[in-house]
């Protein structure tokens, strides 16, 4: 086992708003594909080299969205206050500021987005 995860899914009802909102927010974008009755939009990574990967769900029967599930961090990189920085532009809301982890571990913080779900941000800087 390389990574304790290997893919994750955060639920939304409404893909082309939360799509916008994560592009917005990370500053790159998401590729969209359809797997049965399922429409996702996939965060980048590179399964070449043991990247974990993910996407948003649009699916009547996953999970509804919300703020007391599982949390997800996702790769601020290259600056956790630009991105945070973005966050209520683009329709979000920042629900724990930047802080700091041990020395050499970076830095994270916590926002809530357009369908309520609290998703982790996290980078060195």
């Not at 990189?77 to 970076?106: C, E, I, N, Y």
Request: aromatic fraction near 8%; charged fraction near 15%.
């Amino acid at each position: 086992m390389k990574n304790a995860i290997n893919w994750f899914e955060i639920s939304t009802t409404d893909l082309d708003k939360a799509q916008a909102f994560y592009e917005a927010v990370l500053g790159k974008p998401l590729r969209r594909e359809a797997m049965g009755p399922s429409s996702l939009a996939v965060f980048p990574y590179d399964p070449a080299s043991n990247g974990v990967g993910g996407a948003l769900l649009c699916d009547p029967s996953a999970p509804r969205p919300g703020s007391g599930g599982t949390l997800v961090y996702l790769d601020a990189s290259p600056s956790l206050d630009a991105a945070l920085a973005r966050v209520t532009p683009a329709g979000g809301q920042v629900a724990l500021p930047r802080q700091a982890l041990p020395p050499g571990m970076g830095f994270f913080a916590h926002f809530i987005d357009p369908d309520g779900n609290r998703v982790g941000l996290h980078a060195l800087a």
